[in-house]
């Protein structure tokens, strides 16, 4: 699976961002996407996914209720809508799939930065 990840970019903290996740090379039904941020300084972290083929999600305590993901399956796509950014959003953003029986993600985008100003 290749993962081509684009939207990053800098907002003020209460804007709002898309990003995208264009995914080729497989078919997605058996795979759940991912999508995890990198702060500087910091670990990665999970922030949401969905299971391609059923639309089940989950997120991060850290972005219920502000973000939120999507896929798109006639273009292979899967969207993170990020709303009310805060500042603490501030990192790379990169996008993953792993097959759905996996607990690790084995494929990953090349990431894309947001930038969140106070």
């Known amino acids: 699976v290749q993962l081509q990840a684009s939207g990053g970019g800098l907002v003020q903290a209460g804007d709002s961002l898309r990003l995208s996740c264009a995914a080729s090379?497989?078919?997605?039904?058996?795979?759940?996407m991912g999508w995890f941020r990198q702060a500087p300084g910091k670990e990665r972290e999970f922030v949401s996914s969905?299971?391609?083929?059923?639309?089940?999600?989950a997120y991060a305590d850290s972005v219920k209720g502000r973000f939120t993901i999507s896929r798109d399956k006639a273009k292979n796509t899967v969207y993170l809508q990020m709303n009310s950014l805060k500042p603490e959003d501030t990192a790379i953003y990169y996008c993953?799939?792993?097959?759905?029986?996996?607990?690790?993600?084995?494929?990953w985008g090349q990431g894309t930065q947001v930038t969140v100003s106070s």
């Open positions: 993953a799939a792993r097959f759905w029986q996996l607990d690790s993600y084995n494929y």
């Open positions: 090379g497989r078919t997605l039904s058996y795979y759940v």
């Open positions: 969905i299971r391609w083929s059923v639309g089940l999600t």
